[in-house]
């Protein structure tokens, strides 16, 4: 496989004629691809780059999965306007266990070097962390979009924030990377990579970063704003999830979720079905992806209840406050379920139900629909 043919849907891939020497020497490449452990879940869009790590396995080369354990008590500060809310240690931990299984669903096992970037950054003592302030200055820092707009707007700018990129470049040295990927709001920190090995007197890694995805919403696809489609959802959930993408992006998602190109003129919602199909197939197999599909062609499309679903018990109060009940079976908030309930969205047995306040003998035994997708079948 080519240099191009690696760096495919690249955006920046620096310096200019940098991979094709990296190749030229012959030798297995380590390729770095670090992870901050902030949510529990890795999602399609922080596929993309693992998709390039994949197709660098293919050719022999090793993935070296970083799972930034460590820096997510900093909190990587790119593309934010303010500064990240920092998880607790059994949060970071807990979010740190389900990365790896779910990064396999793209990489080789066997071909992935996982690592705790808590191995290297833990054991550094203030005399190493005053080498790394030494190599870029502070006015370096502040060019950052990031960093430039919050110091003019007069907003907070934590010594800890300026830190972060010398650390996810100390990555880079401790696993002599030879390729960094991540998205193109990582160039920053990729390029200080670049300028850390240096110093540390290795050569200096190839960057390439790769476009991020922008969800049904038309923003970056983000588990903090819940725009997101987890490699780790259920497969209907993955499916439902993967058909709000509006026609407009279905061209950019085969590009980069499929690597594939679109058919001009094609029906656009055969292509999202199978979209939808594939990213299934990938996390939970084609079963799944099968029934996912005949589940949303039933509940969504065709407006009916699924042939299965979960029971839930009914409350013994009678009237039953339907606020409450779908605040207990379907994690809403009462100001969410109102919501719904005013909008026309909560439904009994198929009937819109508009009072707050329901007669139990209306729910016994009866299907509980909140918006399209949610149902439970109530007790007695």
Partial sequence: MSAAELARNAVHLLPAGGLEAKLALERPLRVKLGID?????IHVGRGIPLQRMRAFQDEGHVGVLIIGDYTTRIG?????????????????????RTYVEQAHQIL????????FNSEWLAGLSFADVIRL???????????RDDFAGRYVGGQPISVSELLYPLMQAYDSVAIEADVELGGTDQLYNLLAGREVMETYGLEPQVVLTTPLLLSWDGEKMSSSVGNNIPLAAAAEEQFGRTMRIPDA???????????????DGGDPLAAKLALARAIVTRSHGPDAARAAEEHFTRVVRQGQAPEEMA???????????????LAMHFGLSTSEARRL????????????????DVPRARLS????????????????
């Fill in 311 to 325: 029971e839930a018990p009914l409350p013994p109060e009678d009237p039953v406050h339907l606020p409450a009940l």
């Fill in 341 to 356: 309930i005013g909008q026309g969205g909560i439904k009994v047995d198929g009937e819109v139900v508009s009072e707050l």
């Fill in 37 to 41: 452990v902030t949510s529990p879940d």
């Fill in 249 to 263: 992006l279905l061209g950019e998602w085969y590009r980069l979720v499929l690597e594939a190109d679109l058919e």
């Fill in 76 to 96: 990587d500060p790119s593309g934010r306007s303010v500064e990240r809310p920092i998880l607790s240690d059994e949060e970071i931990d807990r979010n740190a």
């Fill in 133 to 143: 302030t030494r190599i870029m200055t502070v006015a370096q820092m502040l060019e």
């Fill in 365 to 380: 035994e009866a299907v509980l629909q909140a918006g399209k997708r949610r149902f439970v079948r109530l007790g007695k």
């Fill in 108 to 115: 080789i096992p066997d071909r992935t070097e996982v690592r």
